[in-house]
C-alpha cells in the first residue's frame, strides 16, 4: 500500500509566500518607502476582501489565528497565492468584519 504525500503546502511556507506576495504589491504601484509600505504599519499586512476587493489592514498575529487561518485556506482554494491581486479572501465584506470582530474580542479576553 502506497502512502500518498501530500501537495498542500507546510503553514510556514504558506505564511511567507503571503508576506511576499503582499509586500511585492507595493512596490509595483510605488508606495513603498524603505522597502516597508507607507501606509502597512509594521506587524499588518494588507489584505482584500469581496466582490469590490476593499482593502484591509491587518496584524501579523492572525495568521495563527484557527479561523482566520480557515479564511487562508479558502483563499489558497479561490484563488492560489502566485498571483499579482494581491492577499484575496473569498467572502463578503460583512462577513470579514464581524469575523474580525469576534477574533479580535476573542483574543483581548486572554490579553
Known sequence: MAIRKSNKISQPAVIKQIIRTCSSLGKKNGSYV????VDVPKGH??????ENRARYIVPLSLLSHPQFQC???CAEEEF????EMGLTIPCEEVVFRSLMSVIVRSRSMFD
Not at 45 to 50: E, I
Not at 80 to 83: I, K, P, T
Open 34 to 37: 524603505g522597502g516597508l509600505p
Open 80 to 83: 492560489g497565492f502566485d498571483h
Open 71 to 73: 479564511l487562508l485556506q
Open 45 to 50: 499586512f494588507a489584505v482584500y476582501v469581496g
